[in-house]
């Protein structure tokens, strides 16, 4: 088992950087490749980046890249996401996610993550 909690989020100009970080309890986090989700009103929930259970694999939706860095600390059991240049498109409520794997690899979509967070709110201002 593994619980996740998310912080770091808050209101932000545009330009402006976040880094939200998702502490997990548990002894299986370094099992885990480790995702960011991000869901807005009215709209689905949607990937935002992911890191493989070593760290060494990650990739990003197209929306985030050269913006976004994801990041871990398995020692500290933690992820991270550094948002930079955000845009009020960026606002949502953003989830991590855990995804207990049998390898050092990764997936994308929300139904292969076994356990989340409850979610932090980033909000871009215009």
């Known amino acids: 088992q593994v619980r996740l909690v998310e912080s770091g989020g808050g209101l932000v100009q545009a330009g402006g950087s976040l880094r939200l970080s998702c502490a997990a309890s548990?002894?299986?986090?370094?099992?885990?490749?480790m995702g960011w989700f991000r869901q807005s009103p009215g709209k689905e929930r949607e990937f935002v980046a992911v890191?493989?259970?070593?760290?060494?694999?990650?990739t990003y939706t197209d929306s985030v890249k050269g913006r976004f860095i994801i990041s871990r600390d398995n020692a500290k059991k933690t992820a991270y996401l550094q948002m930079n240049s955000l845009t009020p498109e960026d606002t949502a409520v953003y989830f991590c996610?855990?995804?207990?794997?049998?390898?050092?690899?990764?997936?994308?979509?929300?139904?292969?993550?076994?356990?989340w967070g409850q979610g932090t709110q980033v909000t871009v201002s215009s």
């Open positions: 996610a855990a995804d207990l794997m049998g390898g050092d690899y990764y997936f994308t979509r929300a139904d292969e993550f076994d356990y």
């Open positions: 548990g002894p299986t986090f370094s099992s885990c490749a």
């Open positions: 890191i493989s259970r070593s760290g060494t694999g990650m």
